[in-house]
């Protein structure tokens, strides 16, 4: 029996090596269409490879999973982040779990990844094609289990091969970018981070909460990253031009208006610039201050009347920015959209369509926020498909 692996990264070699271990009998080529494999296991998690989480944080997949996550949740009962915890480790790769909850091997260095997998594949005589550009599944008659493994596609060309073969596409676009904003007050601010805040699209539900930083350009920091997955598809449809609501305590105005009349009553004479009763840097407390009470902004506390408070409220909770645009965040992006799970079947991610084809990894329709969820992604769907065919081959 023999399977072809079409795209050698992460979801590829994973797929390629537990197949091997499952049927080691199975003849298994990895087809690669540049030079080198695993390109973006080398530089993913800014060149550590951020490659599970704990999920110790994750009380539901859909806030991690934006797509997918019903699938993930019934495929993680198949291989989990504790599996591939587990998996590395075995396969001599020690991993550490950081205090955010993000695992990286104890190297912290990807290369420790790519080793693994590539002496792996070689224990396993896997072959490996480099240079080879699959387009279609006449080049592979000689297999008989086909897995595409190709990864993400923002513009959708890799997918072309494969709508063709009547699979349904949903629509890729960019996820995990940051925003531009065009506002030059916020220049000011260059190069802050608000600890603790929670970002919106009014009128929508999508929200993210979380640290955020200020750039030249615009926002970034993991509650816009977050934002940016959540609305991916929204952001797409409007050209990424779309209101920004940024709550810069991530407190509710009621909560907000409780701390600030414990202000006033606390200190009746200090300046509100020289009192800052939230834990804001004192340049972020200034610029909010001037943009909410402008000339008022230098009044002591005793003097702050109803209308100042409503105004400093609504620039706490409620402060709303223009996005303008998306740039590339360096260290993290994927692709939302890809091979339509409603064209595979969800327990073995078989087609549905063309029998003995496979997928797994990126190209499917499934991607998660940063912190290690879409390589999990990766491990757990190569695996499903490795199992699936085992049960099948054998
Ligand atoms: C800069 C960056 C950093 C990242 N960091 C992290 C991180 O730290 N943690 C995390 O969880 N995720 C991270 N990601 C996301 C993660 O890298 C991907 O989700 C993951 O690599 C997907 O694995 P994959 O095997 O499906 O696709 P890929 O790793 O993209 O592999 C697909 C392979 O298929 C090949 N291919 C494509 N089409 C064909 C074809 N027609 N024929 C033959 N070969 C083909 C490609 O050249 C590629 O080598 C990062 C992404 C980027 C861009």
Redesign the pocket.
Known sequence: MKTAV????????FLAVNLKELVPEMEVSI????Q??????K????G?????NSFANVRDLSAVYPRGHRLMKRLFNVFDHEDAYAWFERHGVPLVTQADECVFPEAQDSQAVIDCFLSQARRHHIKICTG????SLAELLDFDFVVV?????PKGE?LR?LADLGHEIAPPVPSLFTFNIADPSLTSLMGFVAEQTSVMIPGTRLRASGPLLITHWGMSGPAILKLSSYAARLLADSQYRQPLSVNWLDKSEEVVRALLSDAVARHPQKKLSTLNPFELSQRLWSYLLEKSLMERAQVRWDELNKKDINRLVNVLCNDTYQIAGRAAF?????TCGGISLQSINSATLESKVVPRLYF????LDI??I?????????WTT?FTVASAIAAKGV
Do not use: M, P, Y
């Not at 079409?6 to 070699?13: D, E, L, N, R, T």
């Open positions: 079409v795209g050698g990264g992460a979801a590829g070699f087809f690669e269409r540049s080198h494999v695993l390109a973006k296991v530089v993913s998690g800014g550590r490879c951020n490659c599970t080879r550009k699959i387009s493994t190709t990864g993400g596609s890799g091969w360096k260290d993290e992006f994927v797994a990894g990126e190209v991607d998660g940063t912190g290690g969820f879409n390589f999990q992604a990766a190569a």
